[in-house]
């Protein structure tokens, strides 16, 4: 079973709001329950950055980028094994590959490279 799988990705003009899933039951409950997961996105000739991330093992810690603070929203659900990232007013720099990413590591935050499970992305377009 593949660990993450992300949905919810589509075209939008800029000011319109999309939300992202990340089906994280292939994940065990214990990763699941005791890790970090996070957003991140990547567009064409550009480095992947990280969007927002979130620990939530009864009380929710998540973290954001700067560049989407204030627009975007992320949150986990323990029963389901989801993580949802709510995207409000979109702008065309936000056009990319969305990745759901898991990391063993509860105060990962943004540090990519503790996060180790990848999903295979689910595309985001804005168009102005």
């Known amino acids: 079973q593949v660990p993450l799988v992300e949905s919810g990705g589509g075209s939008v003009r800029a000011g319109e709001s999309l939300n992202l899933s990340c089906d994280a039951s292939g994940l065990s409950d214990n990763s699941f329950w005791g890790g970090r997961l996070g957003w991140f996105r990547q567009s064409p000739g550009r480095e992947r950055q990280a969007v927002a991330s979130i620990f939530d093992a009864g009380t929710p810690y998540p973290t954001y980028a700067d560049s989407v603070k204030g627009r975007f929203t992320i949150s986990k659900d323990n029963t389901k094994k989801t993580v949802t990232l709510q995207m409000n007013s979109l702008k065309p720099d936000d056009t990319a590959m969305y990745f759901c990413?898991?990391?063993?590591?509860?105060?990962?935050?943004?540090?990519?490279?503790?996060?180790?499970?990848w999903g295979q992305g689910t595309q985001v377009t804005v168009s102005s």
């Open positions: 990413a898991h990391s063993s590591r509860p105060w990962a935050q943004l540090q990519e490279d503790k996060y180790k499970t």
